[in-house]
């Protein structure tokens, strides 16, 4: 199961913290993925993370404001948003899969085989 928390009610400019904290798998061997919905909208990848994070891919919306990183550890991902965007406004998922990632394959939703139930972030302007 994973677990996603850490969204709220922020200013644009503002930071966040997300977490995806896992049971019942072994975390360390889970390529983990945070994807994103806004109202009306499809659900889009954020960011991804590989085994032992040394592969990390971004959306262009994400890159150079967000940071995913993990502690296999503490079996948690987390996904460091910073300059927040009312744009950024979406209930945020992660997503584990068995398989290493590489690329424009950390995009595909149909490639992750475990859901969160979602943490709502929402960015006042």
């Known amino acids: 199961q994973l677990q996603a928390s850490g969204g709220g009610l922020v200013q644009a400019g503002g930071s966040l913290r997300l977490s995806c904290a896992a049971s019942?798998?072994?975390?360390?061997?889970?390529?983990i993925g945070w994807f994103r919905q806004a109202p009306g909208l499809e659900r889009e990848f954020v960011a991804g993370?590989?085994?032992?994070?040394?592969?990390?891919y971004y959306a262009d919306s994400a890159k150079g404001r967000f940071a995913i990183s993990r502690d296999n550890a503490k079996n948690t991902a987390y996904l460091h948003m910073n300059s927040l965007k009312p744009e950024d406004t979406a209930v945020y998922y992660c997503?584990?899969?068995?398989?290493?990632?590489?690329?424009?394959?950390?995009?595909?939703?149909?490639?992750?085989?475990?859901w969160g139930q979602g943490t709502k972030v929402t960015v006042s302007s």
């Open positions: 997503a584990a899969s068995t398989n290493r990632k590489v690329g424009s394959a950390f995009r595909l939703a149909t490639g992750y085989g475990y």
């Open positions: 993370i590989n085994w032992g994070g040394a592969t990390t």
């Open positions: 019942g798998l072994t975390f360390s061997r889970y390529t």
